[in-house]
């Protein structure tokens, strides 16, 4: 998802539109909300769930996601998914109805690490919320609530079936060499946060203490990957406390 996202806005001067600007911040958001899409109808465990990944970080289909980008106006919700030949569109959407209080979760760090060699992880099995094991003191995983209970997702829960996971520390090369370590906490706002950190480098030169301390926005215009896979269509957190014209004043992502 995070990399269809960077070829969607790769053929974007963003430099020119300026970090944090209306424009940046309407492009970046929208191009995330088309992978998303794609991510809703397409991603599943692929030992059971045939996945059109070389064809969804292609260029050329890049371009064709990107024309459903429009400069003057905002998808309200989850745009619909691209059209893939051979992979037919499920008869799945989401339920813009499962909706709770915004909450903030504790659960998730992030942890990078170079002495020569380079680590990147992102510890999240939960420590708060999962049931502890009678007699033993160690709390369960529950990374299985990334699954949906609806057959016709493709990330559907099922016997041997591997959730799909919202948590995806990453190490940035250039060929052979690496550039930075990336990754961070947040569920849906984790990729989101992601993005923008990768773009404050090697777009407006950031150092990357200043790259991940600059302000960030974030959307919940698709499902969350979490139980009950929250979907709140033109919720929106920004960069300042400020009330935006029309929207939702919240803290950073």
């Known amino acids: 998802m995070l990399l269809e996202a960077l070829n969607i806005v790769e053929a974007f001067d963003l430099a020119a539109m300026g970090q944090n600007s209306a424009r940046y911040i309407h492009t970046v958001t929208e191009a995330r909300k088309l992978a998303a899409a794609d991510r809703e109808m397409y991603f599943g465990d692929p030992e059971f769930v045939a996945v059109p990944l070389d064809e969804i970080l292609s260029k050329p289909y890049a371009a064709k996601r990107r024309a459903l980008l429009q400069a003057d106006r905002a998808w309200p919700e989850m745009p619909p998914c691209g059209e893939i030949a051979g992979f037919a569109r499920r008869e799945w959407r989401p339920d813009p109805s499962t909706r709770s209080?915004?909450?903030?979760?504790?659960?998730?760090?992030?942890?990078?690490?170079?002495?020569?060699?380079?680590?990147?992880?992102?510890?999240?099995?939960?420590?708060?919320?999962?049931?502890?094991?009678?007699?033993?003191?160690?709390?369960?995983?529950?990374?299985?609530?990334?699954?949906?209970?609806?057959?016709?997702?493709?990330?559907?829960?099922?016997?041997?079936?591997?959730?799909?996971?919202?948590?995806?520390?990453?190490?940035?090369?250039?060929?052979?060499?690496?550039?930075?370590?990336?990754?961070?906490?947040?569920?849906?706002?984790?990729?989101?946060?992601?993005?923008?950190?990768?773009?404050?480098?090697?777009?407006?030169?950031?150092?990357?203490?200043?790259?991940?301390?600059?302000?960030?926005?974030?959307?919940?215009?698709?499902?969350?990957?979490?139980?009950?896979?929250?979907?709140?269509?033109?919720?929106?957190?920004?960069?300042?406390?400020?009330?935006?014209?029309?929207?939702?004043?919240g803290s950073p992502g």
Request: proline share 13%; hydrophobic share 30%; net charge neutral.
């Open 101 to 249: 209080p915004h909450q903030t979760t504790l659960e998730t760090s992030y942890l990078c690490v170079a002495d020569g060699n380079v680590y990147s992880v992102t510890p999240s099995d939960p420590t708060i919320s999962g049931m502890v094991v009678p007699g033993t003191g160690i709390t369960a995983s529950t990374w299985g609530s990334r699954a949906y209970t609806d057959p016709a997702h493709p990330a559907c829960v099922g016997p041997g079936r591997r959730p799909r996971m919202s948590a995806n520390p990453m190490l940035a090369m250039r060929g052979d060499s690496l550039v930075m370590p990336v990754g961070s906490p947040g569920s849906e706002v984790l990729g989101q946060s992601q993005l923008q950190a990768l773009l404050n480098v090697h777009v407006f030169g950031m150092s990357p203490q200043a790259a991940v301390e600059a302000p960030r926005f974030a959307s919940y215009s698709w499902p969350g990957s979490a139980l009950p896979h929250e979907y709140h269509p033109g919720r929106h957190t920004w960069p300042t406390k400020r009330q935006p014209p029309g929207g939702t004043a």
